[in-house]
């Protein structure tokens, strides 16, 4: 599975993003999928997630109440929407997904995207 982020950039604080991530490949079906971030040097960090077919969620206790994590099933589409930004919030942000291949549930495999740069100006 190919991930492809979008829509990160350069905002000020208090600004607001939206990042996309499309999943791609043949035969496949998403179990989880989510946003990692990773300052400089720092150990990258889970932001949020939507999880199985209920969707639900986690978010990190530091963007809980100005992050949104939503989804488009049919699109295999995952979206952070980012308000409220603060200087802190600036990384790069990955796209994860889990998923198998050919609805074999025994094996959940991960991908992850290239990255897209989030910086916020104070």
């Known amino acids: 599975v190919q991930l492809v982020e979008s829509g990160g950039g350069l905002v000020q604080a208090g600004g607001s993003l939206r990042l996309s991530c499309a999943a791609s490949?043949?035969?496949?079906?998403?179990?989880?999928m989510g946003w990692y971030r990773q300052a400089p040097g720092k150990e990258r960090e889970l932001v949020a997630r939507?999880?199985?077919?209920?969707?639900?969620?986690n978010y990190a206790d530091s963007v809980k109440g100005r992050f949104t994590i939503s989804r488009d099933v049919a699109k295999n589409t995952v979206y952070l929407q980012m308000n409220s930004l603060k200087p802190e919030d600036t990384a790069v942000y990955y796209c994860?997904?889990?998923?198998?291949?050919?609805?074999?549930?025994?094996?959940?495999?991960?991908?992850w995207g290239q990255g897209t740069q989030v910086t916020v100006s104070s």
């Open positions: 994860n997904a889990g998923y198998y291949i050919d609805y074999d549930i025994s094996t959940i495999l991960w991908s």
């Open positions: 490949g043949r035969s496949f079906s998403i179990n989880a």
């Open positions: 939507i999880i199985g077919g209920a969707g639900s969620t």
